[in-house]
């Protein structure tokens, strides 16, 4: 069993940034392939970012291609996730995921393991 809690999210204008934070417990991040998807109302969930478990790889959806960056720091059991030019659009809840056996997917359904979200709210 892996805990994930995620923070840094809050309100902020159009254009401006946000960094979330997801901190694990129970285990050590490294073993796991983590993903970031986010939840808008009324919209299915949706990833935004992953990464492998060295950090090596990364992936994003066109949506946030080139404004948004995952990162992770296993020492410190903590996976990161950079939002720039933020846009209306990009308001949701984001939940950080995870993963530990079997190759990349983005699909939420494989992921066994999540964090209880952190709301971003972009304004116009």
């Known amino acids: 069993q892996v805990q994930l809690v995620e923070s840094g999210g809050g309100l902020v204008q159009t254009g401006g940034s946000l960094r979330l934070s997801c901190v694990a417990s129970g285990r050590t991040l490294g073993s796991f392939f983590m993903a970031w998807f986010r939840q808008a109302p009324g919209k299915e969930r949706e990833v935004v970012a992953s990464i492998s478990r060295n950090g090596g790889s990364t992936y994003y959806p066109t949506s946030v291609k080139g404004r948004f960056t995952i990162s992770r720091d296993n020492a410190r059991n903590t996976l990161y996730l950079q939002m720039n030019n933020l846009t209306p659009e990009d308001t949701a809840v984001y939940y950080c995921?995870?993963?530990?056996?079997?190759?990349?997917?983005?699909?939420?359904?494989?992921?066994?393991?999540w964090g209880q979200g952190t709301q971003a709210t972009v304004s116009s």
């Open positions: 995921a995870a993963k530990e056996s079997g190759g990349p997917t983005y699909n939420a359904e494989r992921f066994p393991y």
